[in-house]
C-alpha cells in the first residue's frame, strides 16, 4: 500500500468515526429530551398507541414495556379482542411515568345499547316498556360511558306508588351491581317512552346522578 | 496512520457500543406533527390482533374532514380511505379535560339509540348526512 492508498484510509476511518460519534451524540441528546414511560399491562396481547396534541399517533408497544417520549400530554390508547382503555398520561422531563392498566379498566364500546341489564324482564313485569328500557341504558351511559352493565337484585325491586287520578308519577327502585359497585337505583317515568334516573350509593345515601325530568312529560301551559 | 486511525475507529466503536448500552435500551417514540384530531383518529382505526398492528396514517391511508360544533367540544369527522371501494366512515369526538375522545365510530352507520345522548346540533347533522337508522 503506498502513501496515497493510506491517507485514503485513514480519511475513511476518521469519517466513519466522526459519523459513529455523531450518532452516539444524536443518542445522547434524544434521550436528553424524552422521559421514560413504562407500561404495566394485565395482559400480554394489549396493544398500546399514543397520540399527542396536534401530532400523528404512534404504535408504542405490546402488552408491559417501556418507551421514551418526549414531554407533553399524550392520549393512550390500550385495546385487545374489541376491549379498549383509553388515559391521558402526561409526561414531564425527569419524572418517569408508569402507566398501570388493568381488568377492571378495559371498556368493550361506548354504546348505550351495549349496557347489558341482567333480570331486565322484572323491570318490564313491573310497567316498564322496552323503549323505556333503552332509555334507561342511555341515562346509565350519560352517567358514566365506561359502564358495562348493572346487574339488578331482583329482592330489592319494589313499586313506587301511582295514583291515577293525580299527576304522580311511576317510580321503581331497586339495588344493583353496577360494575362490582352497590348502587341504589331510582326509575320514575310521566309516559310510555322516557325515564327519570336517579342513582345513588346505598352505603353513604349520597345521590351521585338524576338524568332530570324528561323534557317532553314536562308539564306546560296549553 | 493506518494505526491512529484503527485506534480512533475503535474508541469510536466502542463509544458508540457503550452509549447504545445505556441510552438505547429503551425505543425512543418521536410522534411527527399532525393537525388537529388526526391522531385521535388514527388511534381509532388501528388494526389489532396478532402481529398485524397497523396505524393507519394520514393522507398516505385516508384523508379525514373534521367539522367542529358545540363551540369546539364536538366534532365529527369523515374518513374516507384510499383505497377504493371502501366506503367512508364517520367518528364522533367529545372534548374531555381538554382532550378529544372518541364517543361514537369508526362507522358507515349509526343506530339513532346511539346518538340520542350526543348534542342536539350534533344529531341533527349525523341525520343530515343520512348516517343514522331505526332500530
Given at each position: 500500500m503506498n502513501s496515497s492508498q493510506k491517507r485514503l484510509v485513514f480519511i475513511l476511518m476518521v469519517f466513519a468515526s466522526l459519523l459513529l460519534a455523531a450518532y452516539s451524540v444524536s443518542i445522547i441528546l434524544a434521550y436528553g429530551k424524552t422521559e421514560k414511560v413504562t407500561l404495566n399491562s394485565f395482559s400480554d396481547s394489549l396493544v398500546v398507541t399514543a397520540s399527542g396534541k396536534n401530532m400523528h399517533a404512534e404504535?408504542?408497544?405490546?402488552?408491559s414495556f417501556s418507551v421514551r417520549l418526549q414531554p407533553g400530554e399524550y392520549q393512550f390508547v390500550a385495546g385487545a379482542d374489541g376491549n379498549r382503555y383509553e388515559k391521558v398520561v402526561v409526561v414531564k422531563k425527569r419524572k418517569p411515568v408508569i402507566v398501570s392498566i388493568t381488568?377492571?379498566?378495559?371498556?368493550?364500546?361506548?354504546?348505550?345499547?351495549a349496557i347489558k341489564i341482567t333480570d331486565s324482564e322484572r323491570l318490564i313485569s313491573m310497567g316498564m316498556t322496552e323503549t323505556q328500557l333503552s332509555d334507561l341504558r342511555r341515562k346509565i351511559f350519560t352517567y358514566?360511558?365506561?359502564?358495562?352493565g348493572i346487574d339488578i337484585d331482583v329482592t330489592t325491586v319494589k313499586y313506587g306508588y301511582r295514583?291515577?287520578?293525580?299527576?304522580d308519577p311511576f317510580a321503581i327502585s331497586f339495588q344493583a351491581k353496577t360494575d362490582e359497585k352497590n348502587r341504589s337505583y331510582t326509575v320514575v317515568w310521566y309516559d310510555l317512552k322516557t325515564v327519570q334516573v336517579k342513582i345513588a350509593d346505598?352505603?353513604?345515601?349520597?345521590?351521585?346522578y338524576d338524568s332530570g325530568i324528561p323534557v317532553s312529560t314536562l308539564p306546560h301551559d296549553d | 496512520m493506518i494505526k491512529f486511525g484503527s485506534i480512533v475507529l475503535g474508541v469510536s466503536l466502542l463509544g458508540l457500543v457503550i452509549v447504545k448500552g445505556i441510552f438505547g435500551q429503551t425505543p425512543i417514540i418521536t410522534p411527527s406533527p399532525a393537525p388537529q384530531l388526526v391522531g385521535q383518529v388514527e388511534q381509532e382505526l388501528v388494526t389489532y390482533g396478532g402481529d398485524s398492528i397497523y396505524v393507519p396514517q394520514e393522507p398516505s391511508d385516508y384523508i379525514s374532514k373534521v367539522t367542529f360544533f358545540d363551540n369546539q367540544h364536538w366534532a365529527i369527522v369523515k374518513v374516507t380511505s384510499n383505497k377504493p371501494l371502501v366506503q367512508s366512515g364517520w367518528l364522533v369526538f367529545e372534548k374531555k379535560n381538554d382532550v378529544f375522545q372518541s364517543?361514537?365510530?369508526?362507522?358507515?352507520s349509526f343506530s339513532q339509540d346511539d346518538t340520542l345522548v350526543l348534542p342536539v346540533e350534533v344529531n341533527a347533522a349525523l341525520t343530515e348526512l343520512g348516517v343514522l337508522y331505526n332500530e
Open positions: 404504535y408504542l408497544g405490546t402488552g381488568k377492571s379498566m378495559l371498556k368493550v364500546v361506548t354504546s348505550p345499547s358514566d360511558r365506561s359502564i358495562k295514583n291515577r287520578n293525580s299527576s346505598p352505603k353513604t345515601n349520597t345521590q351521585l | 364517543v361514537l365510530g369508526p362507522g358507515t
